[in-house]
């Protein structure tokens, strides 16, 4: 497959083959004035840079492996280095917001909005927004454009990522919004990540498979790591990785009183390398080491 890499806010809008950038290191972008008939066919496409943008979708969208009517607006994000594959777009309806890694890495506020999972979900992960909901995200992004558009001065960089902050915030709260609304969604993936769960830690050892990690669970239910984890912090209170941690912690406890396999036994029988490092797990889930839950019993 090829590959085109993007590495700059004047290098997209080259790209685009779009009016000049008004600021070095963020842009909003209308997207139905982007000349997509150069793109090159079964390209893929690389951006250095963090995206939000907001396409119209008329009729029916795939989400994830469900059909939704939902035709007021699609809000998708990436994350430096993540690899898009655009399909065949047609007629294309809305903005897109891109920001050079520099700009959030500059200060602390900024580098805390590079922490928001969604920009690690996949493109069929993306947020669904009703009219309303549009109309908040846009009034936010005419107020970053203003001041893309006006004389930069001391007070521009502050004003920007305050209102990139707000911009930000309504889609977590919008996001958990849809996790809300999608109820019969999100109960079928967590019940198909438990099973996967169950039947992992089923096996009698662990030693050549080793502790599975969030991506395992994530690769087999067709998401993102961020998006499962998201999910199941939603429907469960806990993210992916308490619930592998807290099933290893069971297992552990029914062969500690089970069998009298030495505690460095058990622990490369569950998929450590290290025994100490199942002895500090175990200790920080229970309050005890596993020898003093042994001699508990």
Known sequence: ???????????????????????????VVDLSKVDRSHRKPGAAYRLDLYSVACKKVEGLFKYGRTTYDFSEGTLMFTAPYQVLSPGIENKVEGWGLYIHPDFLNANNKGRKLTEHSFFGYDTNEALHISEPEKNVLEDCIKHIQREISSNLDKHSYHLILTNL????????RFYDRQFLTRVKAGNDIVEKFEKLLNDYFSRDSLIESGVPDVKYFASRLNLSANYLSDLLSKYTGK???????????????SLLWSTENSISEIAYDLGFEHPSHFTKLFKNKTGHSPKEFRNMN
Do not use: G, N, R
């Open 165 to 172: 902050e707000l911009l930000l915030s309504y889609c977590s």
């Open 1 to 27: 497959m090829e590959y085109v890499d993007i590495k700059s806010i004047s290098e997209l809008h080259d790209f685009f083959h779009y009016e000049k950038p008004l600021h070095p290191l963020i842009t």
């Open 239 to 253: 993210p992916t990785q308490e619930h592998i941690h807290l099933k290893l912690v069971d297992k552990a406890k």
